[in-house]
């Protein structure tokens, strides 16, 4: 089984930054996609970003320009870095990662707190 472990989570002022780490472990070859998401209480659980293993990323419209994905096909570690927060992105950060023809897989969640 793989497990994901999440890691840089924090109280933070908005304008402020934060990164946050991923690191993949358990028995399998390798994770296609990787990604992050969030949720905030009351709130669907959405996508962030998303990194394939030949490092294609995509964004979510609100965070374009001011996160950064990236991912370590060695360590099989995905980072996310984070500028310029704002209060709206404050919630749980969930580590996220996909192979074909099998359940998707999910860290236990990070909290990012933004205060105004």
């Known amino acids: 089984q793989v497990q994901l472990v999440e890691s840089g989570g924090g109280l933070v002022q908005a304008g402020g930054s934060l990164r946050l780490s991923c690191a993949a472990s358990g028995t399998f070859f390798s994770i296609n996609t990787m990604g992050w998401y969030r949720q905030a209480p009351g709130k669907q659980r959405d996508v962030v970003a998303t990194?394939?293993?030949?490092?294609?990323?995509n964004y979510a419209d609100s965070v374009k320009g001011r996160f950064t994905i990236s991912r370590d096909n060695v360590k099989n570690t995905v980072y996310l870095q984070m500028h310029s927060l704002k209060p709206e992105d404050t919630a749980v950060y969930y580590c996220?990662?996909?192979?074909?023809?099998?359940?998707?897989?999910w860290g236990q969640g990070t909290q990012v707190t933004v205060s105004s």
């Open positions: 990194v394939t293993s030949g490092g294609t990323t």
């Open positions: 996220w990662g996909k192979r074909p023809s099998r359940p998707d897989y």
